[in-house]
T-cell receptor
């Protein structure tokens, strides 16, 4: 009965490749997020979707493109991977987009670019 | 000035003691405040949320919020070795339609036998 799931859990790839990470939530939540946690453990939001609509788009390279086919799924595609993209990427979801809704995180995808 | 600041630690406390974790934030209009626990190699896990000034207790955990001082803290009573983790303070303001959660860099807590 996993609430927020991500695939793959680990991803090792070479510079220049294109890769995708998938996220699914079965909580019935309307809002989903992508976060990046760097090697210093700093967790920073990248994108947020509410009912398939992009509502947060932080300053990230346009090599990163999120897509939400429905409100239970949020994918992240990364083009032309760079060494600096190595990090753990977390998907999260919340019931709604406004201030009091708590966010629940997936298990993370550890991306290593060589 | 960072938006959300925490002492990175490590904060070492003996088993059974009270651990006190602190967090300050810069956005005066912040609305909601959260504490997440993250074990090494795992995802952040929500342990407390607080929305109004004062104290909120849940088992061994107490969150304290002082909006005038822009300060939020987490107290862990009767600390156990299983409490050893990194504790992330998160603040939600009004940017992004009230949707954006800003995290501190976390405080590493070590509970020693």
């Amino acid at each position: 009965d996993t609430a927020v799931s991500q695939t793959p859990k680990y991803l090792v790839t070479q510079m220049g490749n294109d890769k995708s990470i998938k996220c699914e939530q079965n909580l019935g939540h309307d809002t989903m997020y992508w976060y990046k946690q760097d090697s210093k453990k700093f967790l920073k939001i990248m994108f947020s979707y509410n009912n398939k609509e992009l509502i947060i788009n932080e300053t990230v390279p346009n090599r990163f493109s999120p897509k939400s086919p429905d409100k239970a799924h949020l994918n992240l595609h990364i083009n032309s991977l760079e060494l600096g993209d190595s990090a753990v990427y977390f998907c999260a979801s919340s019931q709604g987009p406004t201030s009091s809704y708590e966010q629940y995180f997936g298990p993370g995808t550890r991306l290593t670019v060589t | 000035q960072k938006e959300v600041e925490q002492n990175s630690g490590p904060l070492s406390v003996p088993e059974g003691a009270i651990a006190s974790l602190n967090c300050t934030y810069s956005d005066r209009v912040s609305q909601s405040f959260f504490w997440y626990r993250q074990y090494s190699g795992k995802s952040p896990e929500l342990i407390m949320s607080i929305y109004s000034n004062g104290d909120k207790e849940d088992g061994r955990f107490t969150a304290q919020l002082n909006k005038a001082s822009q300060y939020v803290s987490l107290l862990i009573r009767d600390s156990q070795p299983s409490d050893s983790a990194t504790y992330l303070c998160a603040v939600r303001g009004l940017t992004g339609g009230g949707n954006k959660l800003t995290f501190g860099t976390g405080t590493q807590l070590k509970v020693e036998l």
